[in-house]
């Protein structure tokens, strides 16, 4: 059961986290590219994944003490590169940047082959429950900042 989460959850690699995914035709637009929106997606699971790898379920940490911890996306910064087709095999990297305080940044790549179609800047704003600031718990940043950028 281990390996086969793990296979679906990528890899811890040095660095960060890597994620692999195929674009599926829900993917893409009437033009056979990855429609921009979708890639938002791919995003997310590697940083999901990443997260899971690090041993961090999120519904866990919701619940974790009274207080609860969440993560919510507060700024994304986007270059779009090249298109990703129907069929591409993607590899979405994901690296910690900073984390501590109230707020995480994540380096984010999504990758065919060698060729970078995507980089995204990420900044996570932690809160927690009822939608207030909360600082990230050392136990946590520790497993971010383990691998460093």
Avoid at 6 to 27: M, P, T
Avoid at 35 to 61: K, N, P, V, W
């Amino acid at each position: 059961m281990q390996a086969h989460n793990f296979l679906l959850s990528g890899e811890l690699v040095e660095g960060g986290h890597r994620l692999a995914q195929r674009v599926y035709y829900e993917d893409t637009d009437f033009s056979g590219l990855v429609y921009h929106a979708r890639y938002l997606h791919f995003l997310e699971r590697g940083r999901t994944d990443y997260l899971r790898c690090l041993g961090c379920e999120q519904s866990a940490l919701l619940s974790a003490d009274e207080e609860g911890l969440v993560f919510v996306v507060h700024r994304m910064e986007i270059d779009f590169k090249q298109p990703a087709r129907m069929d591409d095999i993607l590899v979405i990297q994901t690296m910690t940047e900073k984390a501590g305080g109230a707020k995480m940044v994540l380096n984010q790549e999504i990758r065919r082959g060698d060729t970078l179609l995507i980089a995204a800047k990420v900044v996570i704003a932690v809160i927690n429950k009822y939608g207030r600031p909360r600082r990230l718990p050392e136990s946590v940043a520790e497993k971010f900042l383990g691998h460093p950028v």
